[in-house]
């Protein structure tokens, strides 16, 4: 009987870690983006901006994957941004990404966009 309960207790223990795990795994690095996989392995998409900051920053990598471009009206009609900046690591902007942002007043970008 003890070593019923405490193979249950284990059991319990490793499920309660996993689904710890996933749910940190998931909810990790985002934050303020909703991004998609890129067409190269290892290479993030920021399909949408969540947050609420008027100087926006994009950063070099979500979830442990580089972020590599930026998606069609990803921020388009958020009046709350003023400024961008875009690192080097982002390749492309899509159309109308920042369509609509009436507050946006500058855009830093690095010279690998294209």
């Not at 998931?26 to 067409?39: L, P, Q």
């Given at each position: 009987m003890k070593n019923a309960i405490k193979v249950i207790c284990f059991v319990l223990a490793v499920i309660v870690i996993g689904v710890s795990s996933c749910y940190i795994y998931?909810?990790?690095?985002?934050?303020?983006?909703?991004?998609?996989?890129?067409?190269e392995k290892g290479t993030v998409i920021i399909t949408n901006y969540l947050g609420n900051n008027e100087d926006v920053v994009i950063p070099?990598?979500?979830?442990g994957k580089k972020?590599?471009?930026?998606?069609?009206?990803?921020?388009?009609g958020l009046d709350n941004i003023k400024s961008v900046?875009?690192?080097?690591?982002?390749?492309?902007?899509g159309n109308n990404a920042f369509q609509d942002c009436e507050n946006l007043q500058k855009i830093d970008m690095g010279i690998s966009v294209e």
């Open positions: 998931f909810t990790w690095d985002i934050g303020e983006f909703e991004v998609s996989a890129g067409s070099k990598s979500l979830r972020v590599v471009s930026i998606d069609n009206s990803a921020f388009q900046t875009i690192g080097e690591n982002v390749k492309s902007v």
